[in-house]
């Protein structure tokens, strides 16, 4: 069974920094990809990271590239998010999810958490 729990969101002023830990479970292959996704009320869920847990490889959103770092802890099955300089549009619930292949479209995940709450204001 694949399990995936989200940590490390709260509030944080615009300008400000936050790392989001995703820690999983269960038996992963060559092409196991975790990403993170988020959303906003009223708004499509967003991709915004991914990672191979078997190579380095990474992908962004647009949104968040230059801003976003994703980085893994295979030995932990962790899974990062450092968000720096934050800005008020970054507000959301970030989710972490599990993948056998690599994809953006939210729909191909099958396995998620349960989200962390991320807020960006002064």
């Known amino acids: 069974q694949v399990q995936l729990v989200e940590s490390g969101g709260g509030l944080v002023q615009p300008g400000g920094s936050l790392r989001l830990t995703c820690v999983h479970s269960?038996?992963?292959?060559?092409?196991?990809?975790v990403a993170w996704f988020r959303q906003s009320p009223g708004k499509e869920r967003e991709f915004v990271a991914m990672?191979?847990?078997?190579?380095?490889?990474?992908f962004y959103g647009d949104s968040v590239k230059d801003r976003f770092t994703i980085s893994r802890d295979n030995a932990k099955k962790t899974v990062f998010l450092q968000m720096n300089s934050l800005k008020p549009e970054d507000t959301a619930t970030y989710y972490c999810?599990?993948?056998?292949?690599?994809?953006?479209?939210?729909?191909?995940?099958?396995?998620w958490g349960q989200g962390t709450q991320v807020t960006v204001s002064s």
């Open positions: 269960g038996r992963t292959d060559s092409v196991t990809v």
């Open positions: 999810a599990r993948n056998s292949y690599y994809s953006t479209a939210p729909s191909n995940f099958p396995y």
């Open positions: 990672i191979g847990l078997a190579n380095p490889r990474t």
